[in-house]
């Protein structure tokens, strides 16, 4: 799948659901959204056939499963199992919160998943209940040890510094990641909240990131060859590394390679995209593999060459992080 710019999608992320057992205050209100409803939703067969396409005819390799929170989904067993039988086989990972994974993690393991990415915004439970509007945080600690135990590595935290709220917990984080193993990669907030309320300048950068870590760690810069089409910027630390992804600041559009499936089964060639390409209706109406093929191939390449938050005319997907899927 080649866009005209000539950046290839191997990577699909599969939102698996809208709903979430959080309400991080980047994302939605405290209230909650109106989710979608359960018909629109595809089913478990309709998700792994749309997967087995994309892997078997397009040339995906990698399947991240994401929400909402995928956790969520009744079916999440089954769907690894059924993307670990495809050939040839891809890498399949998860974005998760991490609520319920210390009891998923050995299943999912033994059903085929190879490893996880956790949001994890503050080590401060106080701040956590005020961030996330839920009292979750020794669950989402506790799963991250189940992950690493379960042996769903390496185990990726990632985390989103806002100003006035948990700006002061980038060194603590990481140096909560360096002594459990995790990798950890901190995240610009993005404009992509249902409430549409991001301003830049709430947002804390990765300038300022990469400073704030500086002033109690030796960083050395990776080589950009070995981050390849991966959004994070990485910097050796401590016999292990840390990731920047700076999205909006240092966007990397021109080595994008993802593409993502919604959970009520829409084709989104950019995370900040504001059109769709409907593969659910095609399906149900009885299209053949190689019509869906055809029509996956075709909202690929309407790709944009980037982004565009820094253009005056840009604006933001209707559609918030929760139903887009990360």
């Known amino acids: 799948m080649l866009d005209e710019y000539g950046r290839q999608a191997t990577d699909l992320r599969v939102s698996l659901t809208d709903r979430c057992n959080l309400r991080c205050s980047y994302c939605m209100p405290p209230e909650g959204l109106d989710w ?114 379960a042996g769903l590595t390496p185990v990726k935290v990632n985390a989103v510094l806002m100003r006035g709220v948990n700006e002061d917990e980038a060194v603590p984080l990481l140096r909560f990641c360096l002594e459990h193993g995790y990798l950890l990669r901190f995240i610009e907030q993005m404009p992509l909240d249902a409430q549409h309320g991001w301003q830049r300048e709430n947002m804390i950068t990765a300038d300022e990131i990469q400073e704030r870590l500086a002033k109690e760690f030796a960083l050395q810069p990776l080589p950009s060859a070995e981050r390849g089409s991966a959004p994070a910027e990485l910097f050796a630390v401590e016999g292990s590394t840390v990731g920047i992804i700076a999205s909006v600041t240092r966007p990397f559009c021109g080595a994008c390679d993802r593409v993502r499936l919604t959970a009520d089964g829409q084709i989104r060639n950019c995370l900040f995209a504001r059109e769709e390409s409907n593969l659910r209706d095609a399906l149900r109406g009885g299209a053949g593999d190689d019509e869906l093929a055809e029509r996956w191939v075709a909202a690929i390449r309407a790709k944009r060459a980037g982004h565009g938050i820094d253009d005056p005319s840009f604006l933001q997907p209707d559609r918030p992080m929760s139903a887009i899927g990360g």
Request: charged content about 30%.
């Open 36 to 149: 979608l409803p359960k018909p629109e939703v595809l089913t478990d067969e309709e998700v792994l056939r749309l997967v087995r396409i994309g892997v078997e005819r397009l040339g995906i390799t990698e399947v991240r499963y994401t929400g909402g929170e995928p956790l969520l989904r009744r079916g999440l067993p089954g769907i690894i199992a059924g993307t670990a039988a495809l050939e040839p086989r891809p890498e399949i990972s998860l974005t998760t919160n991490g609520i319920g994974l210390a009891r998923l993690a050995a299943p999912l393991r033994e059903a085929g998943l190879d490893r996880v990415n956790v949001s994890l915004d503050t080590l401060d439970q106080e701040v956590f209940r005020r961030l996330a509007f839920r009292d979750r945080l020794p669950d989402v600690l506790d799963g991250l040890a189940a992950a690493a135990e």
